[in-house]
């Protein structure tokens, strides 16, 4: 059975720095790409960023593009998005993702097909 746990959400201050977790198992992912998505109250599903866990290019949105960073530790199987110069905007529930490698679309979030619970990141002005 697939799982993806995430963590390290929280309360932080704007400009502040998060570090989120998501802990994959249940099968061999090396041929998936993993997102995070996040998604703030009355607004829809946002793509965040991507990485293969084969390794390759990663992709941002333009709103994260130069805070954020996302990588992978393949022997721990877990993906990592290291958020930094938060800003009250960012504000959501961030959820792990898994989509095979060969989709059209890793920034479409209709495309994945394994899916986390999230956690709920907050930043404060």
């Known amino acids: 059975q697939v799982q993806l746990v995430e963590s390290g959400g929280g309360l932080v201050q704007a400009g502040g720095s998060l570090r989120l977790s998501c802990a994959a198992s249940g099968r061999t992912f090396s041929s998936y790409v993993m997102g995070w998505f996040r998604q703030a109250p009355g607004k829809e599903r946002e793509f965040v960023a991507a990485?293969?866990?084969?390794?390759?290019?990663?992709y941002y949105a333009d709103s994260v593009k130069g805070r954020f960073t996302i990588s992978r530790d393949n022997a721990k199987n877990t993906v990592y998005l290291q958020m930094n110069s938060l800003k009250p905007e960012d504000t959501a529930v961030y959820v792990c993702?898994?989509?095979?490698?060969?989709?059209?679309?890793?920034?479409?979030?209709?495309?994945?097909?394994?899916w986390g619970q999230g956690t709920q990141v907050t930043v404060s002005s």
């Open positions: 993702a898994a989509v095979f490698r060969g989709a059209p679309n890793y920034t479409d979030y209709n495309w994945y097909n394994y």
């Open positions: 990485i293969p866990w084969s390794g390759g290019a990663t």
